[in-house]
């Protein structure tokens, strides 16, 4: 049975997540049932990120399984036409039969954009946190190199996920500011759960005075969770791209 890959952009506002949920509406049912209007068959589908409630995505990959070969350009015309609008298929194909696309993942580039402005942004409201406070960036850049590189994240995970190893490796952090926007950008190996969020509120508590870079260290090296900061909200967060 041939194997399908899907590149898929959303705006995940009215969504509970990707990941299906009894009394929830979800991409992923959102996408299941659109392939079984194509299809005529319960396809079931993976992906590489289970993003949560309000999380957005540019390059969420999914890879599913269908008795029939539709060629890529069809089942991205066609999907799109059935999708709903805050649901876009980007690219469309066949591959290995054994490609899975969570398993096969080698890293995930996640954005977090803060509104830093005087006033909120009315078209940034669902995809930024808006902070209009004072942000000193040259002291949160100083504490995000703490980051990068292998470390025990266990401070910067919330509960709720189990998982064999809290160990993980950013390959790059970087803060940028465009006007009133601030887009902190994310390159690992693969993150624990709400790690970015977690990593985002705590660099914006070092921004605002309200912590140290000592503390982050520390809580980095001992994995003490009252020094990190707490988690940002769902809406800034976006998975720009799947790395394989």
């Known amino acids: 049975m041939p194997t399908f890959k899907l590149v ?5 506002t009215g969504y509970h997540g990707f990941q299906y949920q009894e009394n929830a509406y979800t991409v992923q049912e959102a996408l299941e049932k659109a392939l079984l209007k194509l299809y005529g ?5 993976g992906a590489a990120g289970r993003t949560d409630a309000g999380v957005h995505a540019r390059g969420q990959v999914v890879s599913f399984r269908a008795s029939d070969r539709i060629p890529g350009d069809r089942l991205k015309q066609a999907l799109n036409g059935i999708l709903p609008r805050d ?7 066949e591959v290995a039969e054994d490609f899975r696309s969570r398993r096969d993942a080698k890293g995930k580039v996640y954005t977090y ?3 830093n402005g005087p006033y909120p942004d009315v078209f940034l409201r669902n995809y930024s946190w808006y902070l209009p406070c004072r942000l000193d960036l040259a002291r949160m850049r100083e504490t995000a190199a703490y ?3 292998e470390h025990d994240f266990k401070a910067f995970q919330a509960a709720g996920s189990p998982v064999k190893t809290t160990v993980r490796t950013i390959y790059s952090l970087t803060i940028t500011k465009n ?10 190996n693969g993150f624990l759960y ?3 969020r977690t990593i985002t509120g705590t660099l914006v508590k070092v921004g605002q005075g309200k912590r140290s870079p000592g503390e982050v260290l520390e809580a980095l090296r001992n994995g003490v969770r009252r020094y990190a900061g707490p988690t940002a909200p769902a809406k800034g967060l976006c998975l720009e791209k799947v790395l394989y």
């Not at 068959?41 to 589908?45: A, D, F, Q, S």
């Not at 006007?179 to 690992?188: M, Q, Y």
Request: proline share 0%.
């Open 41 to 45: 068959e319960k396809i079931r589908v």
């Open 87 to 93: 649901i876009v298929i980007v690219e469309a194909g």
């Open 147 to 149: 980051f990068v590189g």
């Open 113 to 115: 954009s803060i509104d």
């Open 194 to 196: 709400k790690m970015v």
């Open 8 to 12: 898929i952009s959303y705006d995940g």
């Open 179 to 188: 006007n009133h926007l601030i887009v902190l950008r994310f390159e690992g």
